[in-house]
C-alpha cells in the first residue's frame, strides 16, 4: 500500500479538524479528495507532507512521515511558495539541488513545448503560466506520490485541459496522485478513486466508475447532492 492512514487525528485548539481518519491508497491511482470548505482536505494533506503534526500514524511506502517520506512525495501547494523574483532558470537550479529525483531535461523539455522563456521572472508572468511553470515543477520529480492542492483553480479551462493533460502524461508509471479539488467536473474524468471527506471525516470512499454506475450520477453531482447546504 502507498500510503495508509491509522487512527489520524487532528486538533487547531478545541477544534477537531480530523477524526479518526482511516484510509488506504494503493499505487498507481489517481485519487479525488473532495470536500467543500472546511471539510479537512488540506490539513490531510499537510499532515501526510509532513508539514503539520497530529495524533495517529501515516505511512509512506512504509516510512514514518519524514525525511525519508518526503524524498518520495512531490507537493503542489494551493498557495505557492517561489520566490516571484527567482527566474524560471534559477527555480529549477534550486529544485535540482533541492531534489535528487528532480528531472531538470524533463522541466526544460515541457518549458520549450510552451514556448516559456525561463530567463524571465516568474513575477513578469500571467497567473495561468505560473500555475503551467509550478506544475511543470512539481511533475518533473520522479515520485511515488503527487500531492496537488487546487491545481486547477482560479485559470482559464484552456489553462485546465493543459494542467489536466500534463498530470496524465507525465507521473511515474506505479505512482499515485492525490488531486484536491473544488472543480469537480473538471477532475473527474481522470479520476479513479474517490474520498469524501466532511467535518473533518471519512464521508465515503470508492471507485469512481463504480459510484457512478451505482448512484447514476457523475461524481459532481453526487458531490452536490452529498453536501449540499
Request: charged residues 30%; negative net charge.
Amino acid at each position: 500500500m502507498l500510503v495508509e492512514c491509522k487512527n489520524v487525528n487532528k486538533n487547531y485548539g478545541k477544534v477537531k479538524a480530523l477524526k479518526n481518519i482511516n484510509l488506504e491508497i494503493p499505487e498507481g491511482k489517481i485519487i479525488g479528495l473532495l470536500g467543500p470548505n472546511g471539510s479537512g482536505k488540506t490539513t490531510l494533506i499537510k499532515l501526510i507532507n509532513g508539514l503539520l503534526t497530529g495524533e495517529g500514524e501515516i505511512f509512506i511506502k512504509g516510512k514514518s512521515v519524514g525525511p525519508e517520506s518526503k524524498k518520495i512525495v512531490a507537493y503542489l501547494p494551493e498557495r505557492t511558495y517561489l520566490d516571484m523574483n527567482m527566474t524560471v532558470n534559477e527555480v529549477i537550479n534550486y529544485f535540482q539541488d533541492f531534489y535528487d529525483n528532480f528531472d531538470a531535461n524533463e522541466a526544460y523539455k515541457l518549458l520549450e513545448k510552451l514556448g516559456i522563456n525561463t530567463k524571465d521572472k516568474l513575477t513578469t508572468m500571467s497567473k495561468g503560466t505560473k500555475e503551467k511553470v509550478q506544475l511543470i515543477l512539481v511533475m518533473s520529480r520522479k515520485a511515488d506520490l503527487y500531492i496537488l492542492d487546487e491545481p486547477i483553480g482560479g485559470v482559464d479551462p484552456a489553462t485546465r485541459d493543459y494542467i489536466l493533460e500534463t498530470i496524465l502524461t507525465n507521473f511515474q508509471v506505479g505512482a499515485s496522485i492525490i488531486i484536491s479539488t473544488h472543480l469537480i467536473s473538471d477532475v473527474e474524468k481522470i479520476l479513479d478513486e474517490i474520498i469524501f471527506i466532511k467535518n473533518g471525516e471519512i464521508y465515503l470512499t470508492g471507485s469512481a466508475d463504480e459510484l457512478r454506475r451505482e448512484k447514476g450520477k457523475s461524481i459532481d453531482e453526487i458531490f452536490r447532492e452529498e453536501f449540499k447546504c
